[in-house]
């Protein structure tokens, strides 16, 4: 098979994992903003409930019927979210392998390529960074972050509007709705983190970045 006939369908398995790719953050995004929406409609519903009732008992049975809802909402997209992220790292896996038999057709092209030809970790970071490590701010402002985090604080509201229902006083309310929302935060932090975990231990890469090519990375 000649490298022109070879380079042909690797790039037309590019494409695919490409388009794919795509159709992925186009689907995180929508989800994103789809919850999101839900969320503001829902706090300008409340705000006016609870202008025409001086935020009484008709506020709280609005409010004990929304946030529901909109927990549910936001806990499956953050899912939603997570799964997708899972997905795009093994697209990103095939995406560096195609590289790598770019480059052992044309090594000469090596000096043009910013993005990995590897896919072990250091690879596949750098194919999110162009960099062989993600800086912490974008972790945290990663899609699934920010979500877990609303989630986490819808979490506690409803919590606290649930104690203040039943007639508990608002210092236990607030004092509930912290430690609902905090122990809702960590619970979520654990499903991408596991996920890192797993991918850790279950993957094997193919082709794995030399040692040469460490060494002369931190010499430079």
Not at 22 to 35: D, K, Q, V, Y
Not at 114 to 122: A, E, F, I, L, P
């Amino acid at each position: 098979m000649t490298s022109a006939v070879r380079i042909q369908i690797l790039a037309t398995e590019h494409w695919s994992l490409l388009a794919t790719r795509s159709l992925i953050w186009n689907e995180i995004f929508s989800r994103a903003t789809m919850f999101l929406t839900v969320l503001s409609g829902a706090v300008v519903a409340l705000s006016f409930v609870g202008q025409a009732t001086d935020f009484g008992e008709e506020f709280h049975l609005v409010s004990l019927f929304l946030l529901p809802v909109i927990l549910a909402v936001g806990l499956g997209t953050f899912f939603r979210v997570c799964d997708a992220n899972d997905d795009d790292v093994g697209l990103v896996i095939g995406m560096n392998r195609l590289r790598r038999a770019y480059l052992e057709i044309a090594p000469d092209l090596e000096p043009y390529f910013v993005t990995g030809s590897y896919d072990d970790q250091r690879g596949i970071m750098l194919t999110y960074a162009a960099d062989a490590k993600l800086h912490p701010i974008r972790w945290l402002s990663a899609t699934s972050v920010l979500v877990g985090v609303v989630d986490s604080v819808v979490a506690g509201v409803l919590a606290g509007m649930v104690c203040q229902a039943s007639g508990w006083s608002d210092v236990i309310g607030l004092a509930v709705g912290i430690v609902v929302a905090l122990t809702t935060a960590g619970l979520l932090a654990r499903i991408p983190l596991r996920a890192i975990a797993r991918y850790r231990e279950e993957h094997q890469p193919r082709f794995p970045t030399p040692g040469d090519v460490i060494a002369r990375e931190r010499g430079a």
